[in-house]
């Protein structure tokens, strides 16, 4: 399921790929106008194609993830730029220096470029975060269990081996992860729906809620609890429609499907 999830991106993911490339397409429009323009030769114009193209990519990726935060940057910039050229002013009333107009504006023009350049930065760091923890998320969020190494001496028995705790599986038959299969261990619970924060299978569809509904495996038995937690509804395999923020117990294998769409699951 790890390396299915690493093939499908999650939404978020996609989102900031979009942006990724428009960002990279415009500045690749731009940098052979700019090419043309300036009548550089083969090599120059192939230099001002690829760093144009690579800032473009960075930019837009910037603006999918930092948009706020550049909005709020630019502001306090421009604020701080407006406080400093007000008391130009008033020194220019009390003291003619034609040099003090000349400053104003690149004041402002250099605070503004600032705050855009804090936005984007903060953009950058937020995106390769948030896609990290939806990749998380998207493959299971329980880690495997480290192995501990042998003891060199042995002067006790050894212990009488443990019952083995059955093997459940989510199977997606339909949808947008229909065949993929997700190993869940006894008392572990799997939450689907389309908040990556939340959710270990997360959907691209935004009709599905963001915590669609959620399945706890009871240990040493075959039977699950099942919690319906959306506004489409989780059904079982009969129609039967489970009772919202109600816990139903169901034995397994047991199928369900969400509420008119095509997604369904099998756990067994």
Known sequence: MKNYAQNQPGPIERKARKYTAIGAIIMFIGSIIFSIALKSSFSEMLLIIIEFTVVGALYGFGICFGLRDMYRSTLKGAAVAGEITFWLWIKKMLRRDEHMSIMTFPLIMLSIGFGLTIGWIKG?????KTIKEERRSVAGVVPPTAKTAPSKRKRHPKPSASPCLPKITLSCTGGEYTGAVLNIKSGDKIILGTDPKFCNLVFNDKSISRQHCSIICKPNSNTAILQDTS????YLSDG??????????VTLPCKIFFGNKPESFEIK
Do not use: A, Q, W, Y
Request: overall charge positive; hydrophobic content about 20%.
């Open 124 to 128: 950058v760091f937020k995106g390769v």
């Open 231 to 234: 506004t489409n509804g989780t």
């Open 240 to 249: 039967t429609r489970l009772k919202p923020h109600n816990p139903t117990e």
